[in-house]
């Protein structure tokens, strides 16, 4: 599948997901070194199918999601244990730049302080949701974050309102709202 045929694209009212881009755990055989991750190739969808793009509509691939942190240190280490909780390695952090990165799925997550140079404040009303492969993971996924600083926001358990897709929510030291599920599918392919 080319690059851009996957993430998000425009469609004049807004952005529509066409393929989710979840965490996977891309390292559960010992054998596969964490800096070469295997990539899995997918075939093109066909053109019944929902979140194909239609003929003429721009694909718009997702680069990078960024987040605000006052303290870097304590943000790094709550992200680098929930997400070996979900099968990443650690923070990638360029030199020369004061953030942290992570690599999911080929989407950058970085954390770091305003380029303005005021405090970090969170989203009211905004959560960034991501995929576990299972259960267990969601569960060790909330337990990393609580020994981490984070805060919970619901536990780990069937959500109704993800019709009973299992999930959990966080806040992170800064106060960024996160999720995880297991089984959750979202847009049009959810509701067939």
Known sequence: MPKGDRNVHFTGTGFRWISPRPIRHAYRGADIAPTRRPRL???ALPDSLP???????K????????????????????????????GLAPSAPPGQHPIAMWDVDG???LLGPARDGAPCT??????????????????AWHAAGLANGGTSE??????PQARGAFGAYLRDPDGNKLGVYAGLSMGAAARS
């Open 59 to 86: 694909i718009v691939p997702l680069k990078s999601v960024r987040l605000g942190s006052n303290d870097l240190d304590k943000s790094r280490a709550f992200y680098d244990a929930t997400f070996a909780a979900l």
């Open 41 to 43: 190739t997918l075939p």
């Open 107 to 109: 989407v950058r997550f």
């Open 51 to 57: 979140g194909k793009v239609p003929e003429g509509e």
């Open 122 to 139: 969170h989203a009211n009303g905004g959560t960034i949701i991501f995929e576990a492969a299972d259960a267990e993971a969601v569960q």
């Open 154 to 159: 619901g536990a780990p358990e069937p959500k």
